[in-house]
């Protein structure tokens, strides 16, 4: 069983910022790929961003620019910085994992509101 755990969420107004911190229970070297997913209210989950163990990574569209993926593999942890965030970033956040099978988090809310 792996536990991804999630932190970092919150309200903030728009153009603020936060960052998220995925730990994962083991060596995060052993996973494919970890990033990150979001899923706001009546719409399907979406990635966010994404990096591999070969420093590859990729980002949604509609936070190009804004949003950047990182990982500390001492820590087995994974983050997203998140700039200039928009009220159209509101959503649930979830950690994931991609090794023989996908591995999720519980999620963290993020808020963005005046």
């Known amino acids: 069983q792996v536990q991804l755990v999630e932190s970092g969420g919150g309200l903030v107004q728009p153009g603020g910022s936060l960052r998220l911190s995925c730990v994962a229970c083991?060596?995060?070297?052993?996973?494919?790929?970890m990033g990150w997913y979001r899923q706001a209210p009546g719409k399907q989950r979406e990635l966010v961003a994404i990096?591999?163990?070969?420093?590859?990574?990729n980002y949604a569209d509609s936070v190009q620019g804004r949003f950047t993926v990182s990982r500390d593999d001492a820590k087995n942890t994974v983050y997203v910085q998140m700039n200039s965030l928009k009220p159209e970033d509101t959503a649930v956040y979830y950690c994931?994992?991609?090794?023989?099978?996908?591995?999720w988090g519980q999620g963290t809310q993020v808020t963005v509101s005046s």
């Open positions: 994931y994992a991609r090794g023989v099978v996908a591995y």
């Open positions: 083991r060596n995060i070297r052993s996973f494919d790929a």
């Open positions: 990096t591999t163990n070969s420093g590859y990574t």
